[in-house]
């Protein structure tokens, strides 16, 4: 479904709803876009989808999570001597999977081409990609933290294996590598928040860290000293801590959070002040988002993350 600003979805008018998806039966927990805005990735209680963007067409690919669990994180990965995509997505009962971009009757589809088991397997919380080193990096909370090389066919080797001493690894992230744990330390570091965190958003090129603190907002810090330096604000208005997901866009200018009251916050990076405010639903919890530039477009995607009968994502684009 495409809405026009007369509907106001973007308090500010700076975005526009572009179109609605839906097809999940259970809360949607992650969204993933690829680098390029080609595909989006949906995971949640009823497993994992793969949708293109541009046709707003869902893609074929294995439907039930079956005995592996929920989709609990997701990466796409594209290494620089492939022309093609692989989705890698972690499970609540510790499996590593990847799907192939693959060509069927001219129609791009999603293929099984790999699984593994992790050690001490348990809910697999972040997974990243390098692309220069072609390296895999995963965590769950069974305080356990892995490397794999990824070679030309996606398949992966083990590098190395790291047990977090009394924390559980949250997030993880390249720069060197970076594992955020549950009460926000950077192993390796002398830097501790000393708060619960939720995702993390980094761009180490760019030198920019954000991460999601439920109690307060979206915190930014500067990636080579560890300092922070300003939180975005985010309204809380049901009681609990929710963890949101948190993400960069338009070349890092852009904060995007999600909320646990309906809407989207856009927030300038430098500056601190809000861009504007999307509404995706007035009675729902919205924290799952994801940000990609599509066809040049910055484009932000947002999921109710409510366990209903019918799920739905939502895409909305800057206005014209």
Not at 19 to 37: C, M, P, Q, Y
Not at 48 to 59: A, G
Request: proline share 3%; hydrophobic share 40%.
């Amino acid at each position: 479904m495409c809405f026009t600003l007369r509907r106001r979805t973007s308090k500010k008018e700076s975005y526009y709803l572009h179109t609605t998806l839906a097809g999940h039966s259970g809360a949607i927990t992650r969204l993933r876009a690829s680098d390029e805005g080609k595909f989006l990735a949906s995971a949640g209680t009823d497993g994992t989808k793969v949708w293109d963007v541009s046709t707003k067409r869902e893609l074929a690919s294995p439907k039930s999570p079956a005995i592996r669990g929920a989709t609990t994180a997701l990466v796409w990965v594209k290494r620089e001597d492939d022309l093609g995509e692989a989705l890698f997505y972690g499970t609540l009962n510790g499996y590593l999977i990847c799907w192939r971009q693959a060509k069927q009757d001219e129609l791009t589809v999603f293929g099984e081409t790999g699984c593994v088991r992790l050690a001490k397997p348990a809910e697999i919380t972040s997974l990243e990609f390098d692309a220069p080193s072609n390296r895999l990096v995963v965590c769950h909370r069974g305080a356990m933290v892995q490397a794999f090389v990824l070679d030309n066919t996606m398949a992966f080797t083990p590098v190395f294996t790291l047990e977090v001493k009394n924390a559980m690894p949250q997030a993880v992230g390249f720069g060197d590598i970076y594992v955020l744990r549950g009460k926000g330390e950077v192993s390796g570091e002398r830097w501790r928040t000393g708060v619960q965190i939720g995702a993390i958003a980094l761009d180490a090129r760019k030198g920019v860290l954000c991460i999601d603190e439920p109690s307060m907002g979206a915190n930014l810090f500067r990636l080579e000293d560890r300092t922070r330096v300003k939180t975005f604000p985010i309204v809380i208005v049901r009681e609990g801590k929710k963890l949101r997901q948190v993400a960069l866009l338009d070349e890092c200018k852009t904060i995007v959070s999600g909320s646990d009251h309906g809407v989207v916050y856009v927030f300038d990076r430098r500056s601190g002040d809000t861009l504007d405010i999307l509404k995706v639903h007035p009675h729902e919890s919205v924290q799952t988002v994801a940000a990609a530039d599509c066809a040049g477009i910055p484009t932000i995607f947002a999921a109710k993350s409510r366990d209903t009968v019918k799920r739905r994502h939502t895409k909305a684009l800057p206005s014209s």
